[in-house]
Protein backbone atom coordinates (compact mmCIF):
# COMPACT_ATOMS: atom_id res chain seq x y z
CA UNK A 1 0.00 0.00 0.00
CA UNK A 2 2.47 2.59 0.56
CA UNK A 3 4.26 1.62 -2.67
CA UNK A 4 1.62 2.37 -3.68
CA UNK A 5 0.93 5.98 -2.37
CA UNK A 6 4.58 6.43 -3.45
CA UNK A 7 4.32 5.86 -7.11
CA UNK A 8 0.84 7.96 -6.96
CA UNK A 9 3.03 10.83 -4.95
CA UNK A 10 6.31 10.39 -7.42
CA UNK A 11 3.69 10.62 -10.77
CA UNK A 12 1.56 13.60 -9.77
CA UNK A 13 4.71 15.68 -8.42
CA UNK A 14 6.30 14.72 -12.30
CA UNK A 15 3.02 15.77 -13.59
CA UNK A 16 2.85 18.94 -11.70
CA UNK A 17 6.14 19.75 -12.55
CA UNK A 18 5.77 19.08 -16.26
CA UNK A 19 2.54 21.31 -16.62
CA UNK A 20 4.43 24.11 -14.77
CA UNK A 21 7.21 24.07 -17.17
CA UNK A 22 5.12 24.60 -20.01
CA UNK A 23 2.64 27.62 -18.29
CA UNK A 24 6.17 29.45 -17.54
CA UNK A 25 7.21 29.13 -20.54
CA UNK A 26 4.18 30.14 -22.50
CA UNK A 27 4.06 33.03 -20.22
CA UNK A 28 7.47 34.17 -21.43
CA UNK A 29 7.26 33.46 -24.46
CA UNK A 30 4.41 35.79 -24.32
CA UNK A 31 5.85 38.69 -22.25
CA UNK A 32 8.45 38.57 -25.10
CA UNK A 33 6.24 39.09 -27.70
CA UNK A 34 4.77 42.21 -26.24
CA UNK A 35 7.96 43.16 -25.07
CA UNK A 36 9.14 43.21 -28.64
CA UNK A 37 5.59 45.51 -29.33
CA UNK A 38 6.17 47.76 -27.20
CA UNK A 39 9.76 48.42 -27.89
CA UNK A 40 9.28 49.25 -31.46
CA UNK A 41 11.03 52.48 -32.45
CA UNK A 42 8.64 54.20 -35.22
CA UNK A 43 10.19 56.70 -37.51
CA UNK A 44 9.09 60.64 -38.29
CA UNK A 45 5.85 60.66 -40.28
CA UNK A 46 4.63 57.23 -38.81
CA UNK A 47 1.64 56.71 -36.78
CA UNK A 48 1.55 54.86 -32.85
CA UNK A 49 -1.23 53.41 -31.10
CA UNK A 50 -1.56 53.83 -27.36
CA UNK A 51 -4.16 52.35 -25.15
CA UNK A 52 -4.62 53.53 -21.52
CA UNK A 53 -7.19 54.33 -19.02
CA UNK A 54 -8.34 57.30 -21.27
CA UNK A 55 -9.10 55.22 -24.51
CA UNK A 56 -6.92 54.45 -27.71
CA UNK A 57 -5.59 57.22 -29.00
CA UNK A 58 -3.22 57.72 -32.21
CA UNK A 59 -0.08 59.97 -32.00
CA UNK A 60 1.92 60.96 -35.30
CA UNK A 61 5.48 62.50 -34.76
CA UNK A 62 5.39 64.65 -38.34
CA UNK A 63 8.55 66.56 -38.07
CA UNK A 64 11.20 68.05 -35.91
CA UNK A 65 13.08 71.40 -35.66
CA UNK A 66 16.41 71.50 -33.78
CA UNK A 67 16.97 75.10 -32.67
CA UNK A 68 19.77 76.91 -30.53
CA UNK A 69 17.84 79.77 -29.85
CA UNK A 70 14.31 81.39 -31.15
CA UNK A 71 14.25 85.04 -30.98
CA UNK A 72 15.33 86.43 -27.64
CA UNK A 73 14.88 82.22 -25.82
CA UNK A 74 18.36 80.47 -25.54
CA UNK A 75 17.44 77.02 -23.89
CA UNK A 76 19.71 76.54 -20.63
CA UNK A 77 20.83 73.17 -22.53
CA UNK A 78 21.91 73.73 -25.52
CA UNK A 79 19.05 73.48 -28.02
CA UNK A 80 15.24 73.74 -28.36
CA UNK A 81 13.86 70.45 -29.47
CA UNK A 82 10.51 71.08 -31.51
CA UNK A 83 8.08 68.17 -32.61
CA UNK A 84 5.31 68.25 -34.99
CA UNK A 85 2.55 66.36 -33.99
CA UNK A 86 -0.89 64.88 -33.96
CA UNK A 87 -3.31 63.35 -32.00
CA UNK A 88 -6.80 61.45 -32.51
CA UNK A 89 -8.67 60.32 -30.24
CA UNK A 90 -10.14 57.22 -31.08
CA UNK A 91 -11.67 55.91 -27.49
CA UNK A 92 -15.36 56.54 -26.72
CA UNK A 93 -14.89 59.50 -23.94
CA UNK A 94 -13.20 63.19 -24.61
CA UNK A 95 -9.45 63.25 -23.45
CA UNK A 96 -6.95 66.43 -22.08
CA UNK A 97 -5.08 67.18 -24.75
CA UNK A 98 -2.12 69.01 -22.07
CA UNK A 99 -2.22 65.17 -21.09
CA UNK A 100 -1.55 63.51 -23.47
CA UNK A 101 1.27 65.21 -25.05
CA UNK A 102 3.08 65.26 -22.06
CA UNK A 103 6.53 62.97 -23.44
CA UNK A 104 10.17 62.53 -22.54
CA UNK A 105 12.97 62.59 -24.67
CA UNK A 106 16.15 60.87 -24.79
CA UNK A 107 19.61 61.41 -26.17
CA UNK A 108 22.22 59.49 -27.48
CA UNK A 109 23.74 59.44 -23.93
CA UNK A 110 20.72 58.44 -22.02
CA UNK A 111 19.81 61.79 -20.67
CA UNK A 112 16.16 62.22 -20.08
CA UNK A 113 13.80 65.47 -19.99
CA UNK A 114 10.45 65.95 -20.46
CA UNK A 115 8.65 68.29 -22.84
CA UNK A 116 8.00 71.88 -21.59
CA UNK A 117 5.73 74.62 -22.28
CA UNK A 118 6.74 78.23 -23.99
CA UNK A 119 3.76 79.81 -25.35
CA UNK A 120 5.66 82.08 -27.14
CA UNK A 121 6.77 80.16 -29.72
CA UNK A 122 4.87 76.88 -29.54
CA UNK A 123 1.63 75.57 -30.51
CA UNK A 124 0.94 73.58 -27.67
CA UNK A 125 -2.39 71.03 -27.44
CA UNK A 126 -4.75 72.01 -24.73
CA UNK A 127 -8.12 71.29 -24.18
CA UNK A 128 -10.46 68.23 -24.98
CA UNK A 129 -10.38 66.26 -27.59
CA UNK A 130 -13.62 65.04 -28.77
CA UNK A 131 -14.27 61.04 -29.78
CA UNK A 132 -12.77 60.90 -33.36
CA UNK A 133 -11.45 64.22 -33.18
CA UNK A 134 -7.90 64.90 -34.28
CA UNK A 135 -5.78 67.89 -33.21
CA UNK A 136 -2.30 69.10 -34.46
CA UNK A 137 0.33 70.92 -32.39
CA UNK A 138 3.97 71.12 -31.30
CA UNK A 139 5.73 69.70 -28.22
CA UNK A 140 9.41 71.06 -26.92
CA UNK A 141 12.15 70.28 -25.35
CA UNK A 142 15.27 71.97 -24.07
CA UNK A 143 18.06 69.39 -24.07
CA UNK A 144 21.46 68.98 -24.54
CA UNK A 145 22.65 68.66 -28.84
CA UNK A 146 22.98 64.74 -29.48
CA UNK A 147 23.92 62.89 -32.78
CA UNK A 148 19.49 61.41 -32.47
CA UNK A 149 17.51 61.51 -30.00
CA UNK A 150 14.32 59.29 -29.04
CA UNK A 151 10.71 60.16 -28.35
CA UNK A 152 8.30 58.57 -25.80
CA UNK A 153 5.38 58.83 -24.73
CA UNK A 154 3.38 57.26 -22.06
CA UNK A 155 7.27 56.75 -19.85
CA UNK A 156 6.82 55.52 -16.59
CA UNK A 157 3.03 55.93 -16.72
CA UNK A 158 0.81 53.83 -15.09
CA UNK A 159 -2.17 54.99 -17.25
CA UNK A 160 -0.91 53.71 -20.12
CA UNK A 161 -0.41 50.46 -21.48
CA UNK A 162 2.14 51.10 -23.60
CA UNK A 163 5.14 53.32 -24.59
CA UNK A 164 5.37 54.81 -28.17
CA UNK A 165 8.50 55.56 -29.25
CA UNK A 166 10.16 57.40 -32.69
CA UNK A 167 14.02 57.88 -33.52
CA UNK A 168 14.60 61.55 -34.20
CA UNK A 169 17.94 62.55 -36.33
CA UNK A 170 20.04 64.80 -34.02
CA UNK A 171 22.66 67.56 -34.81
Not at 38 to 64: F, K, Y
Not at 129 to 137: A, C, F, L, R
Amino acid sequence: MKQILGFIFAASLILLSACGGQSTEAQSESQESNAQNTNDILNLGETGVQEGTAGSIEITAHSTQILESYEEFTPSNGVFVIVDISVKNNGETEINGGDITRASLFDDQETMFNSTVYDEFVEHIYGEINPGETVSGQIIFNHFPSEYYELVFGYGLSTTVNELRWHIPGN
